[in-house]
């Protein structure tokens, strides 16, 4: 949950700082690049839910670019940037619980093992 926190907050504070220098047009493209990376990576098998709603929100955003109104553009951009780290947050999560559970099978062979050893049983 901390790092979840963490990349949020840094997504904050990228995201707002690029805010003033891009232009919007830029900035969805870059962020639509983003999300395609995200969607054939393993972010749209571990948080496709999440990964769905920012792909919404980058419609919209190109939705409000084609008619020309810009500073909602800016605010579905800054909420689909925001809506992809917590998809990121997600799958990282998502991954390191499925590493986890692999582990854990692997200490219960290692601990039966051991309890062979010490009973006197062959390996």
């Given amino acids: 949950m901390r790092y979840f926190l ?7 504070a990228v995201s707002s700082g ?4 891009g ?5 969805l493209q870059q962020l ?7 969607k054939t990576g393993k972010i749209s098998e571990y948080a496709a839910d999440s990964l769905k ?4 929100t980058i419609s ?17 951009i800054e ?6 780290a917590v998809a990121e947050a997600k799958g990282a999560e998502r991954e390191l619980l499925e590493q986890v559970a692999v582990q854990r099978v692997a200490l219960k062979k290692l ?6 050893y010490l009973q006197g049983g062959e390996n």
Wanted: glycine share 2%; no cysteine.
């Fill in 18 to 21: 690029s805010a003033w220098a």
């Fill in 79 to 84: 909420t689909a940037t925001l809506q992809l």
């Fill in 111 to 116: 601990e039966a093992q051991l309890e062979r």
């Fill in 23 to 27: 232009d919007t047009e830029t900035r």
């Fill in 60 to 76: 919209a955003a190109q939705a409000a670019v084609a008619v020309g109104n810009d500073k909602l553009a800016q605010q579905k």
């Fill in 6 to 12: 963490v990349y949020t907050l840094l997504t904050l």
């Fill in 32 to 38: 639509e690049a983003k999300a395609a990376e995200a």
């Fill in 53 to 56: 709603e920012a792909l919404a």
